[in-house]
T-cell receptor, first 115, second 113 residues
């Protein structure tokens, strides 16, 4: 499978715990995005990387959220001290800057439930 | 900040009827993309529109980009049950070089056979 993969697919945690999600983009894609989606809403932009550099972060993103892409390949999204409001689907997408169209390829997402 | 509004939120049609969803941005866009998300699935890219007034067709789907590059529409002719899902427009701002997309709320389409 050469698509975007995410792990885990589901995560249930208790309020106050830390969680970490992983995203593996399509191998030749140099851009990687994180979005959050709640029921009945469109994906909401969180942050994006070009290679290993984090170039933009949403102002809505709490300082409890941090993302890394250490070698310009896979990325991790960590949420510290989770709150019930963090419950959502976390989507990762990748694209190739050099490809005309900038279409983003989404992974299956990680569904987070905070109890 | 940039906002993208999409209407209607839901559309229920009989199979064979047409369907249209509309998208409006608060700011001028560099381009607009459309995605489809099946129930339980993830967004899948359909098309990108870049030029003012552009119209593109994919079989029964017709996509339009407004002259002012602030609005767009997706029209499906003669819907089929395979068209079921949520359709999102997503805009990229003209000052955004990184490809960040601002999504609309989506239009959920259900098709009754």
């Amino acid at each position: 499978d050469t698509g975007v993969s995410q792990d885990p697919r589901h995560k249930i945690t208790k309020r106050g715990q830390n969680v970490t999600f992983r995203c593996d983009p399509i191998s030749e894609h140099n851009r990687l995005y994180w979005y959050r989606q709640t029921l009945g809403q469109g994906p909401e932009f969180l942050t994006y990387f070009q290679n290993e550099a984090q170039l933009e972060k949403s102002r809505l993103l709490s300082d409890r959220f941090s993302a890394e892409r250490p070698k310009g390949s896979f990325s991790t999204l960590e949420i510290q001290r989770t709150e019930q409001g963090d419950s959502a689907m976390y989507l990762c997408a990748s694209s190739n800057k050099l490809r005309v169209g900038n279409e983003q390829f989404f992974g299956p997402g990680t569904r987070l439930t905070v109890l | 900040g940039q906002q993208v509004m999409q209407i209607p939120q839901y559309q229920h049609v009989q199979e064979g009827e047409d369907f249209t969803t509309y998208c409006n941005s608060s700011t001028t866009l560099s381009n607009i993309q459309w995605y489809k998300q099946r129930p339980g699935g993830h967004p899948v890219f359909l098309i990108q529109l870049v030029k003012s007034g552009e119209v593109k067709k994919q079989k029964r789907l017709t996509f339009q980009f407004g002259e002012a590059k602030k609005n767009s529409s997706l029209h499906i002719t003669a819907t089929q049950t395979t068209d079921v899902g949520t359709y999102f427009c997503a805009g990229q701002g003209i000052y955004n070089q990184g490809g960040k997309l601002i999504f609309g709320q989506g239009t959920e389409l259900s098709v009754k056979p």
